[in-house]
């Protein structure tokens, strides 16, 4: 379509002036810092005036018919990779300076269109090369219908939100952005993982049937919010809720829900362009633990990094930021940021159930130095005479394999373990829980992945210590009857999915489990343990596949 590629072009066009506007203003900023930065933008600001550069892009927009993200992408990528393979170090490291420029460009095109997203008056599908969490959380649900991304994977925290705002979204799929046009019909089936861009008749009719055939199971699901989660022999399983903002508390209640299992707290940080105070973390939890009048609340210190950074700045740029500065060893590096958390949830603990985590614990070590500030800061309350629990449970999160490993070493210094297998995953693997090209390899049905929480849960029932699975697999109707049948009880789940679990619950028995995890205990390969788990789901709720 013409208009429409001019105004892709258009947009490239205005991409680079506000990326060449945006680095004459740090030049002048930064002027009296000679050197290096001061070259790199310059190098920078050369390229981005390079005509014929500019021209590249815009011919693959007009000749590929593509956004124009996905031409500035594509152009650069094929010249850092082309720079990198050149046996130069000069010339080499200037891929480094391409890639810079990619995501300088990108942001100036994505700016555009946050602002569009913000404005929206009609019903549209979001269709990105990729959406942070923050962005996610910010979409408008009675506009955005759902949204299809090339990056991230499964449980990503893009998709982890989505699946908490009860959005249909898929993502990892890669080369969606070049095959869809503004005016394309696009069906987000985020049950199958699936997107059909501008479907015949057909297939748009069984999609509408299909929609009403969900929204019936919907209705029929919510007539169990008042019924226990309680196996058919009659064993009860606790169902409680994961959380990002504390307004989510009222879904997880009105879904079924008795509690939190795991509130993300680091969410504050993403949302808000300065440092959360005391009594803003205060005021939040407040609320989540009002809604919940005594029933547990369990907050999650901040698990900042990885592809969840604040605004406010304060962190370094990584590498391998999976592998770098994150969640409690940011705590630990930042005590005043961590304390003021502390000293919040400490000061609520007194109006409810609440109850403490400590994420990404690698060792023993580790957590010994989070509960010796955390007692730091109850002696400086202490001080000021302020009321708080003494007793409250302090836990963890098992999701590191050297944390699973020496489970039986870190029962002895805290009150409860939450299995998050989402990055128990990622890190027994190797694989990034949020790169679309090694999508296909994350799995929590590995053999070696189940082997651990295998012994995390030995080792807790071992110590008599509380237990509980907070990964996306107990908001996965397929994995629940093995996490019974390896003997969990309590489940932290994304609040929509509370009465579809529910529902698996209250369909079979404690003994159809065990037998269940006994079988998939003797096989050897992910893709025999996934295939018999979804063969046994959709036995007990063909209606949801
Ligand atoms: C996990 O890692 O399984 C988890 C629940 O925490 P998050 O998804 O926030 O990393
Ligand atoms: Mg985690």
Do not use: W
């Given at each position: 379509m013409p208009s429409q590629r001019t105004n892709e072009v258009k947009r490239v066009r205005v991409a680079f002036a506000g990326a060449i506007a945006e680095l004459t203003a740090l030049k002048v900023d930064r002027s009296i810092e000679e050197g290096k930065i001061k070259d790199?933008?310059?190098v920078h600001l050369r390229f981005l005036h390079d005509k014929s550069f500019r021209k590249r892009i815009t011919d693959f927009v007009h000749n590929e018919l593509t956004t124009a993200e996905y031409a500035v992408s594509a152009i650069l990528r094929q010249i850092a990779s082309h720079f990198a393979g050149i046996d130069d170090p000069y010339i080499s490291e200037r891929a480094t300076d391409i890639y810079d420029i990619e995501g300088r460009l990108l942001t100036q095109l994505l700016g555009e269109v946050r602002e569009n997203v913000e404005h929206l008056r009609a019903e549209v599908v979001i269709v990105a090369?990729?959406?942070?969490?923050?962005?996610?959380?910010?979409?408008n649900k009675t506009f955005v219908k759902g949204f299809a991304t090339e990056a991230g994977g499964r449980t990503s925290h893009t998709a982890i939100v989505a699946r908490s705002l009860g959005l249909p979204a898929v993502v990892a799929l890669e080369d969606l952005t070049s095959n869809i046009t503004a005016d394309s019909t696009v069906i987000i089936d985020g049950n199958r993982g699936i997107v059909v861009i501008d479907p015949d008749e057909e297939t748009l009719a069984q999609y509408r049937k299909y929609a009403v055939e969900l929204a019936q199971l919907e209705h029929e699901l919510y007539a169990l919010r008042d019924k226990p989660a309680v196996t058919r022999?009659?064993?009860?399983?606790?169902?409680?809720?994961?959380?990002?903002?504390?307004?989510?508390?009222?879904?997880?209640?009105?879904?079924?829900?008795?509690?939190?299992?795991?509130?993300?707290?680091?969410f504050l940080y993403l949302y808000s362009d300065s440092e959360p105070t005391e009594d803003d973390h205060y005021e939040a939890y407040a609320h989540a633990v009002r809604t919940f009048?005594?029933?547990?609340?369990?907050?999650?210190?901040?698990?900042?990094?990885a592809d969840k950074y604040p605004h406010s700045g304060h962190y370094p740029g990584e590498t391998n930021p999976v592998l770098g500065l994150r969640s409690i060893r940011f705590c630990l590096q930042n005590l005043t940021m961590f304390k003021n958390q502390l000293r919040a949830i400490l000061r609520v603990s007194v109006l409810g159930d609440v109850r403490i985590m400590f994420p990404l614990i690698s060792n023993l070590q580790e957590l010994r130095q989070a509960k010796m500030i955390l007692r730091d800061v109850m002696e400086d309350l202490d001080e000021y005479?302020?009321?708080?629990?003494?007793?409250?449970?302090?836990?963890?999160?098992?999701?590191?394999?050297?944390?699973?490993?020496?489970?039986?070493?870190?029962t002895a210094d805290c009150d409860?373990?939450?299995?998050?297998?989402?990055?128990?995953?990622?890190?027994?693997?190797?694989?990034?829980?949020?790169?679309e090209h090694?999508?296909?390899?994350?799995?929590?049905?590995?053999?070696?992945?189940?082997?651990?929480?295998?012994?995390?849960?030995?080792?807790a029932n071992k110590a008599r210590i509380d237990l509980s699975v907070c990964g996306e697999i107990a908001s996965d109707p397929e994995y629940i009857m093995l996490i019974l049948g390896m003997g969990v009880r309590t489940l932290s789940l994304a609040p929509p999915m509370i009465p579809e679990i529910k529902q698996v619950i209250r369909s079979?028995?404690?003994?159809?489990?065990?037998h269940l995890a006994r079988k998939v205990a003797t096989m050897d390969s992910q893709r025999q343990i996934k295939n018999y788990l979804r063969d046994a789901a959709i036995k007990i709720i063909p209606e949801a596949f």
């Amino acid at each position: 379509m013409p208009s429409q590629r001019t105004n892709e072009v258009k947009r490239v066009r205005v991409a680079f002036a506000g990326a060449i506007a945006e680095l004459t203003a740090l030049k002048v900023d930064r002027s009296i810092e000679e050197g290096k930065i001061k070259d790199i933008f310059a190098v920078h600001l050369r390229f981005l005036h390079d005509k014929s550069f500019r021209k590249r892009i815009t011919d693959f927009v007009h000749n590929e018919l593509t956004t124009a993200e996905y031409a500035v992408s594509a152009i650069l990528r094929q010249i850092a990779s082309h720079f990198a393979g050149i046996d130069d170090p000069y010339i080499s490291e200037r891929a480094t300076d391409i890639y810079d420029i990619e995501g300088r460009l990108l942001t100036q095109l994505l700016g555009e269109v946050r602002e569009n997203v913000e404005h929206l008056r009609a019903e549209v599908v979001i269709v990105a090369h990729d959406l942070t969490p923050t962005q996610t959380a910010g979409l408008n649900k009675t506009f955005v219908k759902g949204f299809a991304t090339e990056a991230g994977g499964r449980t990503s925290h893009t998709a982890i939100v989505a699946r908490s705002l009860g959005l249909p979204a898929v993502v990892a799929l890669e080369d969606l952005t070049s095959n869809i046009t503004a005016d394309s019909t696009v069906i987000i089936d985020g049950n199958r993982g699936i997107v059909v861009i501008d479907p015949d008749e057909e297939t748009l009719a069984q999609y509408r049937k299909y929609a009403v055939e969900l929204a019936q199971l919907e209705h029929e699901l919510y007539a169990l919010r008042d019924k226990p989660a309680v196996t058919r022999d009659g064993v009860a399983i606790a169902l409680l809720g994961n959380i990002e903002f504390d307004d989510e508390a009222e879904i997880v209640k009105e879904k079924g829900g008795d509690g939190i299992g795991l509130y993300r707290t680091e969410f504050l940080y993403l949302y808000s362009d300065s440092e959360p105070t005391e009594d803003d973390h205060y005021e939040a939890y407040a609320h989540a633990v009002r809604t919940f009048e005594g029933k547990p609340v369990v907050i999650r210190t901040m698990d900042l990094g990885a592809d969840k950074y604040p605004h406010s700045g304060h962190y370094p740029g990584e590498t391998n930021p999976v592998l770098g500065l994150r969640s409690i060893r940011f705590c630990l590096q930042n005590l005043t940021m961590f304390k003021n958390q502390l000293r919040a949830i400490l000061r609520v603990s007194v109006l409810g159930d609440v109850r403490i985590m400590f994420p990404l614990i690698s060792n023993l070590q580790e957590l010994r130095q989070a509960k010796m500030i955390l007692r730091d800061v109850m002696e400086d309350l202490d001080e000021y005479a302020v009321p708080y629990n003494p007793d409250l449970a302090v836990g963890i999160m098992v999701e590191t394999p050297s944390a699973a490993l020496t489970a039986s070493l870190l029962t002895a210094d805290c009150d409860f373990f939450s299995i998050g297998t989402n990055d128990l995953v990622q890190y027994t693997l190797a694989v990034d829980r949020a790169n679309e090209h090694v999508a296909t390899l994350y799995s929590a049905a590995d053999p070696a992945v189940l082997q651990l929480i295998r012994g995390v849960i030995h080792d807790a029932n071992k110590a008599r210590i509380d237990l509980s699975v907070c990964g996306e697999i107990a908001s996965d109707p397929e994995y629940i009857m093995l996490i019974l049948g390896m003997g969990v009880r309590t489940l932290s789940l994304a609040p929509p999915m509370i009465p579809e679990i529910k529902q698996v619950i209250r369909s079979v028995t404690i003994e159809e489990c065990n037998h269940l995890a006994r079988k998939v205990a003797t096989m050897d390969s992910q893709r025999q343990i996934k295939n018999y788990l979804r063969d046994a789901a959709i036995k007990i709720i063909p209606e949801a596949f």
